[in-house]
């Protein structure tokens, strides 16, 4: 069974860092596109960043130049590097699948991102 484990979320002030990291078993990682979502309470799961088997990268245009997204296959673990952040990054984050390659079932339990002063 698929298992998707998110960490490393916490409470930091604008500006700060913080690196998620998403452990994954159940799956053939290294085959698998994975990318990272977050959901901020009254909207919608929007789509982070993405990361392929060639380690090919795509971000949203909120986070670009700010977020990084990578991946250790031999640790099947995707991370998220999270710079400068903004109020606007509070949110509750998920990895999954790429949405284009195909979703994992189910969804992790999250990791709490709050950007506040």
């Known amino acids: 069974q698929v298992q998707l484990v998110e960490s490393g979320g916490g409470l930091v002030q604008p500006g700060g860092s913080l690196r998620l990291s998403c452990a994954t078993t159940g799956t053939d990682f290294s085959d698998k596109a994975m990318a990272w979502y977050r959901q901020a309470p009254g909207k919608e799961r929007e789509l982070v960043a993405s990361?392929?088997?060639?380690?090919?990268?795509n971000y949203a245009d909120s986070v670009k130049g700010r977020f990084t997204i990578s991946r250790d296959n031999a640790k099947n673990t995707v991370y998220l590097q999270m710079n400068s952040l903004k109020t606007e990054d509070t949110a509750v984050y998920y990895c999954?699948?790429?949405?284009?390659?195909?979703?994992?079932?189910?969804w992790g339990q999250g990791t709490q991102v709050t950007v506040s002063s």
């Open positions: 990361i392929i088997t060639d380690g090919s990268t």
């Open positions: 999954n699948g790429d949405p284009y390659y195909g979703l994992l079932d189910p």
